[in-house]
């Protein structure tokens, strides 16, 4: 009887603690519901996802780097707020500050033992001017100074040059303001020595302080060469630009005496540039198993002048066609007051039919204008039926579905 009763109250107690547990889980629940916030970061995420890789590897930004910028931005006062604001770069992070290198080591620590200075060639102090005494005129002009040093190696037979480094580049990339510069050195006339430096990122002031040795140049033929330098900046995207040049004709330099430092100005290449109307850059992808063709409007150059201020506010229209009749548009944001905008707009267009034998799609570039009707800079149609670099960019992505090609194109009158 005893164990019947210790048995019912035991039931009892577990029935009690079973529903109080059961009620305070699901007022846990309703409450975390309640103060559930919607996914804010990852939104922002997906709308900072930039096309180029530099800020696609930025990974940290969401991470680890914003408990540490919260607290740094705990401890400063609040009168440093707005100067830090200031600072922030166009994608809203901060610049990452590296010391401005002054020179090379051995540049400063120049003797005998090293090489024999010439005093005709040597550094003058007019290239070492800062670059603040420059007016800015001037400033346009200047594409920066190369360093380098040339030895002939008699016992080994070799011809050495050293790439130093190069001083006040200019920025190549309108967003971050700076450049990642690299070299390519080619002796001519034969052009059977090409070398290139590494890629130095975000940086006006590149130190390579990189050394080619070249073997089997006999001494008596050195004065018949010539070195060709060229600095570009790199774009894992696209095609590199192509910030200068530096030719250096070797008859009547010298080398038997020992090394020899030299630095020359970098010049503008001698090539065609474009003309006319401008350029678009533009990627395209076609996807066969969805049957859509996504579009990236990526950048626009050398577009030319729209108003009497000399600057214009571009944006792109983008029309999709099938057969000869438009069945969809979109257009990019207007980019303000400049002729080398970056627009990094993606879209993507439903395909009525299967292929793209009959479809076509036109590119609008125009100078957005709040007073008159908005005038167009250039035109460009990509399509089957296209010709020259527009037809091969459309035949490699019928070619080559489910793969994004980029391509600079040249705009026409509109």
């Known amino acids: 009887m005893k164990f019947l009763q210790w048995l019912g109250s035991f039931s009892a107690f577990g029935l009690v603690f079973t529903v109080s547990l059961f009620a305070w889980i699901c007022c846990q629940r309703k409450s975390s519901k309640s103060n559930k916030t919607p996914p804010y ?158 890629v130095l990122r975000k940086t006006l002031d590149p130190a390579f302080d990189e050394t080619f040795t070249f073997y089997g140049i006999p001494y008596s033929q050195v004065q018949d060469l010539i070195l060709h330098f060229m600095i570009l900046s790199f774009d894992r995207f696209s095609r590199d630009d192509i910030i200068g040049e530096v030719l250096i004709p070797l008859e009547g330099i010298e080398l038997s005496e020992g090394r020899m430092l030299m630095n020359r100005e970098i010049i503008k290449r001698n090539v065609r540039k474009s003309s006319g109307r401008g350029e ?37 229209k983008v029309n999709l066609y099938h057969a000869k009749k438009r069945i969809s548009k979109k257009k990019t944001h207007v980019k303000k007051c400049t002729p080398n905008a970056v627009f990094n707009e993606l879209f993507v267009f439903d395909i009525p039919c299967e292929g793209l034998e009959d479809i076509s799609i036109e590119f609008l570039v125009l100078d957005s204008d709040r007073g008159s009707r908005n005038e167009i800079i250039g035109r460009l149609t990509l399509g089957a039926s296209a010709e020259g670099t527009s037809g091969e960019h459309w035949k490699e992505i019928c070619e080559y579905p489910r793969r994004q090609i980029a391509k600079w194109h040249m705009l026409c009158d509109g």
């Open 41 to 198: 970061k990852f939104v922002h995420v997906l709308k900072g996802v930039d096309i180029y890789p530099e800020n696609l590897n930025s990974k940290k930004k969401f991470g680890a780097d914003d408990k540490s910028e919260a607290k740094s931005k705990s401890v400063m006062p609040k009168n440093s707020l707005h100067l830090d604001l200031e600072k922030r770069d166009l994608n809203g992070n901060f610049p990452k500050t590296t010391p401005k290198i002054q020179s090379s080591p051995d540049l400063e620590n120049l003797t005998p033992k090293h090489f024999v200075e010439r005093e005709k060639d040597s550094i003058s102090p007019e290239s070492l001017k800062s670059n603040t005494s420059l007016t800015s005129e001037e400033k346009q002009d200047k594409l920066g100074t190369l360093f380098f040093s040339l030895e002939y190696n008699f016992e080994k037979k070799a011809f050495v040059v050293n790439i130093k480094e190069a001083r006040g580049l200019p920025a190549m990339d309108e967003q971050s303001m700076t450049s990642d510069p690299y070299i390519k050195m080619t002796i001519l006339p034969e052009k059977k020595h090409k070398v290139k430096t590494r």
């Open 280 to 316: 678009l850059l533009i990627s395209l992808c076609y996807q066969s198993t969805t049957n859509t063709l996504t579009v990236v409007v990526l950048k626009a150059r050398h577009l030319p002048k729209a108003d009497v201020s000399g600057l214009s506010d571009p944006y792109v």
